[in-house]
């Protein structure tokens, strides 16, 4: 379900950044998540990794 999500958000994000160049901060981000190998890390890595995401995402908005 999340992939799914963070697909339909990226291809969301890209077609906002088709309009507005102000998107393409956060289409950025979306897409370093997109290909990250999270499996490759350890899960405190992994969960550092989510929330500075999700922390540059807010600061985007």
Excluded at 2 to 17: C, G, R, Y
Excluded at 22 to 51: C, D, S, Y
């Amino acid at each position: 379900a999340l992939d799914s999500l963070s697909d339909l958000e990226l291809q969301s994000e890209l077609a906002a950044s088709r309009e507005n160049s102000e998107e393409a901060p956060k289409v950025q981000i979306l897409r370093e998540i997109e290909t990250a190998e999270l499996a490759h890390m350890t899960p405190f890595e992994a969960l550092n990794r989510l929330v500075e995401w999700q922390a540059r995402l807010r600061k985007e908005k």
